[in-house]
């Protein structure tokens, strides 16, 4: 009796340790099974719960459910539901324009800090992160301030004598986009920068030597080496701004619907968790469908890096 | 060596490159300081010195990289200083090769061209002949990521050859090479410039490099230029103690110079026009060792070595500075034991150079 409790407590050890020595040396995907642990505990857990919500009739009562039969309704239903289609679609042109604009902005100062001195480069970098350090609800708030009927905005076309009466841009789609583009800005450029500290100079002036020009520099070097950086930068920044609540919802004033804010209503207001669930399913789906093509068309732009081996 | 050219002025045609009193300064630095060189028509100048000499500063001031604070620079009379990088008729081969990582052998090379708007057959019909001259045929659609450093270096080659500058600057191109490529590549990039008779510059602090690349040596030293002569002349003949210490090795007798001539401690002399206390450089190979204490300079075998076909000595002599000397290894010759007594003698005295002390 007390050796097989010697031994049980022997093994148990044993386990530990084992396990311990796996975890910190072990090869393949051993030190990765602590993340994976939790991960699968808040996200995928959860997620297929809301998922077996979304596939089944639910009967509530009290607050609790009562009975639960496989049902593929609401999906045909949401497929259906013109509403879907234009909220989506909504969503979906918003998170583009969001990142083509947040490209289109953040290159240049990319750009900068590649052929900045070192100042500029500590400049650029302390612009970018700086907004970072307050919440992104007080920077949309700060929105709301400046592009208001008496903001600064207004003000300063109205002084100019642009206008006479105070242009309406809160409330409105163009308000949703400003806020999106400055709130979602840091995030293209961080990765871009990334790209830009590793890209060997010596490159440009290779090409300069050539007789290349800046801007063909620019357009033939810098830019196709840049690519992953790019394709981050996007996909980082399509990803946040598709599936963003707080901007629509604050600067659209509560009646620009797009794919967050509709889950958002469908779950606490309409209190129907099935409608939600087939939202949130169609939400990740589609936003994977254009990872995806980011990621191919990404790859299409780094084919050289896959040669290194050869 | 014929277009070897011992001074400008010799020279039966206006220089190619023009450098007149180049100044750099880096914040308080002054890296060059009044640098002046004229290139020949197809001839090949190293710059040569140690690392921080500033022989790169001048490339990259010649390349347009970077701008001079004072100075001239022609290429065929025409001013360089103010013309954009882009537009100055000079290929770089830099010491990194910066091969564009992300296009194959051909496009890299074929990048000049693409810049000038050639036409795509035409670009293609010289990519492949510049590829056939550094010998890289079939290897078109390769990165740069799978070709070997030798190979690199040929495609860097090849990608300002196509462009026929007037002058071409390489930048320490044999650095990134293990050291029996480096031999191998030396020699045959030599031929290759002669035969396309093109103009160069040469960078290197390796000074057998030197040697083997130049029809004529620039020594520099703290951003001026030492002496420039042809490559046995800067060897045989150095202008100051600096450039003798720098190349081959050397040894310095402290002496004394009266009358036109300095007295060598084996009893001869050498004729100089300077007078008073002076140092004699007498190169190792100019020194004769003798067993025995027949002459009037002796000394003691301390250390040897062989070198190839030759033997190395360190010699301590009665004075107690130690010289070194060399002697070929062959037929009956023997190696002198250490610890032996020797006598030691100036072969060529005229070979000896004298500097001030």
Known sequence: ?310 | MQAAVGSPADAPTAPVLSIGAVIKRFGPLTVLDHCSLDVAESEIVTLLGPSGCGKTTLLRCVAGFWKPDGGEILIDGADMVRAPVNRRPVGVVFQSYALFPHLTVAQNVGYGLKVRGMRRAETARRVDAALQTVSLTGFEDRYPAQLSGGQQQRVAIARVLVLEPRVLLLDEPFNALDAKLRGNMQVELRQLIKRLGMTAIFVTHDQEEALTMSDRIAVMRDGRIEQVAPAEDVFDRPASAYVADFIGSSNFLETYAEGGRAALPDGQSVPTELSGPVRVMARPHNLQLTPGEGGPWRGTIVFHRAVGALTEYHVKAADGVTVRAVAMRQGETRTIAEGTPVSLAILEPAHCAVYEA
């Open chain 1, 1 to 310: 009796m007390a050796d097989a409790a010697l031994r049980g407590h022997a093994d148990r050890q044993g386990f530990g340790e084992w396990l311990l020595d796996k975890l910190v040396s072990g090869r393949g995907i051993w030190p990765a099974v602590p993340a994976i642990v939790v991960l699968m505990v808040v996200a995928v857990i959860p997620f297929a719960i809301l998922l077996s919500l979304g596939f089944s009739d639910i009967v509530v009562s009290r607050g609790a459910i009562v009975s639960q039969t496989f049902s593929l309704d609401h999906l045909t239903n949401a497929l259906s539901d013109s509403l879907y289609w234009t909220t989506f679609y909504r969503s979906m042109t918003l998170a583009l324009s969001t990142m083509a604009l947040c490209l289109l902005f953040g290159y240049p100062a990319a750009y900068l800090f590649l052929i900045g001195s070192p100042w500029v480069r500590r400049l650029i970098l302390i612009l970018v992160i700086a907004p970072l350090l307050t919440s992104g609800i007080v920077r949309t708030y700060a929105w709301l301030v400046i592009l208001g009927g008496r903001g600064v905005v207004n003000s300063a076309l109205i002084d100019i004598g642009l206008i006479e009466r105070p242009l309406r841009i809160v409330n409105t789609h163009w308000a949703v986009l400003i806020g999106m583009v400055q709130i979602h800005l840091p995030v293209m450029i961080l990765p871009l920068i990334a790209v830009m500290s590793r890209h060997d100079r010596r490159l440009d002036e290779a090409s300069a030597n050539l007789g290349a020009s800046r801007l063909y520099t620019l357009r033939k070097v810098i830019l196709p080496l840049s690519a992953p950086g790019i394709g981050t930068g996007c996909a980082l920044v399509f990803t946040l701004s598709y599936t963003t609540f707080v901007v629509p919802q604050l600067l659209g004033g509560g009646n620009y619907l797009n794919a967050a804010t509709m889950i958002y209503e469908q779950v606490i207001f309409s209190l129907d968790w099935s409608k939600g669930s087939v939202s949130s399913l169609i939400l990740m789906v589609t936003c994977l469908i254009v990872l995806v093509a980011i990621a191919l068309i990404t790859n299409l732009f780094t084919r050289w890096t896959k040669g290194r081996e050869a």
